[in-house]
């Protein structure tokens, strides 16, 4: 064998190989735990299944995280494009600054969250809004950890955006809510929408940061993390493992249904 035939061996067995190890991993850590989780879901057979579904308490809590979870994500569709666009449009005192203060969820524990939560909105709040155990201090908890994700989805894109396109739209007489619709939005609406479908993944799986501020009240501020929680610490892990599955059956859909929405009619995958 000559070395130019030898020559692509080497990289077509580097590639299976971090394809195999990519695989392996991805199985130890999603696949498996996931598994596990059906398998517990479904201990009790099909209709205990539907028993832990449809519960009172698994509906309640359900229908207040659905609920206040797509308010939270279409919020941070809005505020986070619009700071998004501020953070690469405009130049300001402190740009740097705000700019970092977006990832402060990121890197702040979801428990620390929900301290700082209690301390403003709580019964001794500084500024006068009381929200402690209420949907309003849910609902705040959820709009603060889920911002970043629609600025950071949208702010490269921005970034990358020439401006040409927008100039001669304006210069051709269009307004700029014109120019905002038929240029701009066409562009950042796929990572506007992924940014808002991570928001919400986010916002339903959420635990630490509603822990103290939302009083985990049933039916009222209990959300679905909680729920489950409750049902693990009263030895019915089988009820809470139906509900997760649930939830996360949820979670996929939704993120599956904006990500062919971002990808326009044709409802190709990447």
Request: aromatic letters at 6%; proline letters at 6%; glycine letters at 10%.
């Given at each position: 064998?000559?070395?130019?035939?030898?020559?692509?061996?080497?990289?077509?067995?580097?590639?299976?190989?971090?394809?195999?190890?990519?695989?392996?991993?991805?199985?130890?850590?999603?696949?498996?735990?996931?598994?596990?989780?059906?398998?517990?879901?479904?201990?009790?057979?099909p209709l205990g299944f539907a028993r832990a579904v449809?519960?009172?308490?698994?509906?309640?809590?359900?229908?207040?995280?659905?609920?206040?979870?797509?308010?939270?994500?279409?919020?941070?569709?809005?505020?986070?494009?619009?700071?998004?666009?501020?953070?690469?449009?405009?130049?300001?005192?402190?740009?740097?600054?705000?700019?970092?203060?977006?990832?402060?969820?990121?890197?702040?524990?979801?428990?620390?969250?929900?301290?700082?939560?209690?301390?403003?909105?709580?019964?001794?709040?500084?500024?006068?809004?009381?929200?402690?155990?209420?949907?309003?201090?849910?609902?705040?908890?959820?709009?603060?950890?889920?911002?970043?994700?629609?600025?950071?989805?949208?702010?490269?894109?921005?970034?990358?955006?020439?401006?040409?396109?927008?100039?001669?739209?304006?210069?051709?007489?269009?307004?700029?809510?014109?120019?905002?619709?038929?240029?701009?939005?066409?562009?950042?609406?796929?990572?506007?929408?992924?940014?808002?479908?991570?928001?919400?993944?986010?916002?339903?799986?959420?635990?630490?940061?509603?822990?103290?501020?939302?009083?985990?009240?049933?039916?009222?501020?209990?959300?679905?993390?909680?729920?489950?929680?409750?049902?693990?610490?009263?030895?019915?892990?089988?009820?809470?493992?139906?509900?997760?599955?649930?939830?996360?059956?949820?979670?996929?859909?939704?993120?599956?249904?904006?990500?062919?929405?971002?990808?326009?009619?044709?409802?190709?995958?990447?």
């Amino acid at each position: 064998m000559t070395a130019a035939t030898a020559t692509p061996v080497r990289p077509v067995r580097t590639r299976t190989l971090a394809l195999g190890v990519g695989l392996l991993w991805v199985g130890v850590l999603i696949a498996l735990p996931l598994a596990a989780l059906l398998a517990l879901s479904v201990a009790d057979g099909p209709l205990g299944f539907a028993r832990a579904v449809t519960a009172p308490g698994a509906l309640a809590s359900l229908t207040t995280t659905l609920t206040l979870a797509a308010a939270v994500a279409l919020c941070s569709a809005v505020f986070g494009t619009l700071i998004a666009w501020v953070l690469v449009r405009d130049d300001f005192a402190g740009k740097r600054f705000a700019d970092a203060l977006i990832d402060i969820p990121f890197a702040l524990p979801t428990i620390v969250a929900s301290i700082v939560m209690l301390a403003l909105y709580g019964p001794e709040s500084p500024v006068g809004l009381h929200l402690s155990s209420t949907r309003a201090g849910v609902f705040v908890a959820l709009a603060f950890v889920t911002l970043p994700f629609v600025v950071r989805s949208v702010q490269p894109v921005l970034a990358e955006l020439e401006t040409d396109a927008e100039e001669a739209a304006e210069l051709l007489g269009a307004g700029t809510w014109t120019t905002l619709r038929h240029v701009v939005w066409p562009a950042i609406r796929p990572a506007v929408i992924s940014g808002t479908g991570l928001a919400f993944a986010r916002a339903i799986g959420e635990f630490g940061s509603v822990a103290l501020i939302g009083g985990n009240l049933p039916g009222v501020t209990q959300v679905t993390s909680q729920y489950i929680a409750q049902r693990i610490e009263v030895g019915d892990p089988t009820g809470g493992a139906a509900v997760s599955v649930t939830l996360l059956a949820i979670a996929f859909g939704v993120l599956a249904s904006l990500r062919v929405l971002a990808r326009g009619r044709s409802g190709r995958w990447a």
